[in-house]
């Protein structure tokens, strides 16, 4: 379904869905990050990227997986504690941030579907913000497979066209929403898809940066397990988790026991984010750390993304939104590490 | 004016004579306009070396890394490294003398003065140029720094866009350096304390809403803790495993490991990892700033920090970073401490 | 009517002069608030503000810290250094917007229980009023 709306009606929209829990890009001091809203004409989309992606609020950074108690009989009583499923809408979510979390889906489904991720997702509906300028001077989607207007993942996709949007429903979801308001939506002209062509177009000359023969990266790097080029490349790194903590696609967590009370025994299992680049990441109670310093843990970054991953699931770990570039405290750049894993394959 | 070339020039010769095992410097990152840390092990590299406005990082932290390293190898190379240095970064060098993490000879300190500039924020040079792209970036005369863009060069008052950490800096030359780069010219008329004192200001309700808030942006990637020369302990009250932890470590010995922080980002969480951080800097944090530059939720804390720096000296007329032989803040006294809090 | 609020205070004591202070105040029979639970530690001076920060993490409402007076610390000086550190912590809890009444410090020698039982009585009466700590209060 493609349907055209208005800016002055957009808020009307939006007033419409006041039965969903709505996110939206808000800004606090400098930085945009997706937050509830309160009022409808409080969104903005007029926003560079947020500085976390949506990632949280499917796969938030603390989730309570069950609640313990021992009893009277001092039998320990279990309790799960699956999150709510109230109707969700997330407004302007950028088609690599999107792309994203068909990614995540990937991991958190197989023989054992994650309740805790699904419950949240399948009761979330992503409405997509087309990118007609980049939001990052680091965004690199074109070499990652995505685009600035890729529908990959959305329900809902929006373009900017001045003084209107040009919406088009990509899902079922998508489409109950449009119908809430159905009277604020207008047929498009064949004008309207040519200035969305065209916009896309020249959205897409606007993305600077890229990753050269990016097919040929997952089998180098398969021979470079032992390379010097870690250490090299790690000189610099501060084993900091920015990275990976602001990386839409990175899913990798800990589990830890909260305990409120030791007797009676009382708590709730948790599970938090991690990320390979925390010196403790794979710390075996032995005290060996397979993964023991810098190099190695950079390494497992750029494996996971660019090798594992694709092995396993035919996809790159990574949809080019350049957050870990632009905020790495030290410089560290995905791309020029990439390109040296190029050159040193040929 | 710190002459580049002279200090290329000298970089040269230590590595070429092999004084140095290698030179940590800053070099112009191949991808826009900041400069990332450089380490140069050839002479042929050298040409790399720069001097800039953009020169934000505190390098001394890499001495964290080296010696690390260092106790790992059987037969270390025993020359020192290279290390340059600004103003801040010499004080935390020389906190690191003075803890005795580091011994002198292990590093060849070339000292770079800020004079009467120092290193710009990237935030405030993003909004005085409305977004306009920066190819280059350089100091000037006059305290200005001159920023060339698409549209030529243009002069900006260094005040302008200068870190904040610059404008309230009281020593922006190296205190301590085997070589030194440019003049020892102090800034005049700078209050140190002056952002915090607008703060300390408010209420305590007004205060406890702004550091809740704050805090609670905080997702605990550490790198506050991880950009820091000060942050060196082998283990962190935060992290949730004992790196103490050898193979003879019995089960009972793990399992009664404290549990001082939980991983989960919340309020008391937070706090209790933001306050024994900032405790455990009082009398060595030597406001380099790098943790609140490099926080991704711009929490500011440089304000936590300098409060301390100020009961410091208020309290005790203790500043940190400037003599290696004095004991530091929390390992001596005076008889004539306040005690006036006390019951 | 409702229960009137009892704030639960963590009291660091040092071993060699406060904590012998409480036992004094316990051993003669005198009448303090029951509000305290008592940690004996070696010295004031081996009190980490971690454990400070800790105490109020796990809910306590108060915290007292105290050590020998200047001068009889065990150690010789262990008391100057905690002194020093304690001042710094004060500050910063104050500095976050913790009420400055809910953390204290004080001088008890193991003859003062007399002394000992009236800082715990002030310390009940200034919590009182200001109700529970929520504000550094681990709540998962």
């Not at chain 1, 509830?36 to 947020?50: A, G």
């Not at chain 1, 009370?261 to 109670?285: A, E, I």
């Not at chain 3, 710094?88 to 809890?93: A, D, I, P, Q, S």
């Amino acid at each position: 379904m493609e349907k055209i709306l208005t800016k002055k009606s957009f808020p009307l929209w939006v007033k419409e869905l006041v039965s969903y829990k709505i996110y939206a890009p808000q800004k606090n001091g400098d930085l945009w990050n997706f937050e509830t809203i309160k009022k409808p004409e409080s969104i903005n989309l007029d926003f560079p990227n947020t500085v976390l992606p949506p990632k949280n609020i499917i796969f938030p950074q603390r989730e309570v997986l069950l609640e313990f108690e021992s009893s009277n009989e001092n039998k320990l009583q279990v309790k799960e504690t699956l999150p709510d499923d109230d109707p969700t809408i997330i407004f302007g979510v950028r088609p690599c941030d999107a792309k994203a979390l068909t990614l995540t889906d990937k991991v958190f489904s197989g023989d054992f579907k994650d309740p805790y991720y699904w419950k949240r997702r399948n009761s979330t509906v992503l409405i997509g913000l087309a990118c007609n300028i980049p939001p990052s001077p680091n965004c690199f989607c074109l070499s990652v497979g995505g685009s600035p207007h890729s529908k990959e993942g959305l329900d809902i996709l929006m373009t900017d066209l001045g003084d209107k949007y040009f919406v088009e429903s990509l899902s079922e979801k998508g489409s109950t929403l449009i119908n809430l308001a159905k009277p604020l939506f207008q047929q498009p002209k064949a004008a309207d898809k040519k200035a969305v062509e065209k916009t896309q177009a020249e959205a897409e000359k606007k993305i600077t940066r890229q990753i050269k023969d990016i097919k040929k990266i997952p089998s180098i790097l398969k021979n470079m397990f032992d390379s010097p080029l870690w250490d090299e490349e790690s000189l610099s790194c501060l084993r900091c988790g920015i990275c990976t903590y602001l990386c839409p696609t990175c899913h990798c967590f800990d589990i830890n026991d909260e305990v409120a009370s030791s007797s009676p025994v009382k708590g709730k299992r948790v599970r938090t984010w991690d990320t390979c680049q925390f010196p403790d990441f794979t710390m075996h109670s032995s005290g060996h750390n397979p993964r023991p310093d810098r190099a190695s843990r950079l390494r497992q970054r750029i494996f996971h993304k660019f090798q594992y991953f694709v092995e396993r699931y035919q996809n790159y770990l990574c949809t080019g939104c350049g957050r870990c570039i632009s905020k790495c405290p030290v410089g560290i750049d995905i791309i020029e590490v990439l390109d040296k894993v190029r050159d040193y394959g040929s | 004016m710190v002459n580049l070339d002279n200090l290329k020039k000298e970089a040269n010769r230590i590595l070429k004579e092999e004084k140095v095992k290698y030179i940590i410097g800053y070099k112009k990152s191949s991808n826009g306009l900041f400069t990332v840390p450089a380490f140069i092990k050839n002479p042929e590299e050298v040409e790399k070396l720069t001097w800039d406005p953009t020169c934000v990082y505190n390098l001394t932290r890499f001495l964290v890394d080296e010696k690390r390293k260092k106790a790992k190898e059987k037969e270390p190379d025993e020359r020192p490294v290279g290390l340059i240095v600004k103003g801040c970064d010499s004080r935390a060098l020389v906190v690191l003398l003075q803890e005795k993490f580091i011994n002198r000879d292990d590093v060849y300190i070339l000292g770079v003065s800020c004079e009467e500039t120092g290193v710009l924020d990237e935030k405030k040079l993003a909004k005085t140029l409305k977004g306009k792209k920066v190819k280059n970036i350089e100091f000037g005369k006059n305290d200005n720094f001159v920023v060339t863009t698409k549209d030529g060069k243009t002069e900006i008052p260094a005040k302008e866009i200068l870190a904040e950490r610059c404008l309230e800096c009281n020593a922006n030359f190296p205190v301590i350096s085997d070589i030194l780069f440019g003049e020892k010219v102090k800034r005049k008329s700078d209050n140190p304390f002056e952002s915090l004192e607008k703060f300390e200001s408010l209420s305590k309700e007004e205060r406890w809403t702004f550091w809740k808030e704050q805090l609670d942006k905080c997702i605990r990637c550490y790198a506050c803790r991880s950009v820091c020369p000060m942050c060196y302990c082998d283990e962190c009250v935060a992290d949730t495993i004992n790196f103490a932890v050898i193979a003879e470590t019995t089960a009972e010995e793990k399992a009664q490991k404290i549990k001082w922080v939980e991983k989960s980002p919340v309020t008391s969480e937070n706090f209790v990892y933001h306050l024994v951080r900032a405790i455990h800097l009082a009398g060595r944090c030597i406001d380099c700033g790098e943790c609140e530059r490099a926080c991704p939720l711009d929490i500011p804390l440089r304000l936590l920090n300098k409060k301390l720096e100020k009961e410091a000296k208020e309290l005790f007329g203790y500043e940190a970073g400037f003599d290696a032989d004095v004991p530091s803040l929390v390992s001596s006294f005076k008889d004539e401490d306040p005690e006036d809090f006390i019951r | 009517m409702a229960e009137e609020f009892e704030p639960k205070i963590v009291a660091f004591l040092c071993k060699w002069c406060s904590s012998a202070g409480s036992d004094l105040a316990g051993v003669s029979r005198m009448e303090y608030p029951s509000n305290v639970v008592p940690i004996t530690v070696m010295c004031s001076g081996s009190i980490s503000p971690l454990y400070i920060f800790s105490a109020f993490n796990r809910g306590a409402d108060g915290v007292l810290v105290s050590g020998c007076h200047p001068g009889d610390c065990h150690y010789i000086k262990g008391n100057f250094y905690a002194r020093r550190r304690i001042a710094l912590v004060k500050k910063l809890l104050d500095y976050i917007g913790l009420e400055p009444q809910r953390f204290q410090m004080s001088w008890v020698s193991a003859a003062e229980g007399k002394k000992y039982t009236q800082i715990i009585k002030d310390f009940v009466k200034e919590l009182k009023p200001l109700g529970p700590q929520t504000k550094l209060r681990r709540n998962l």
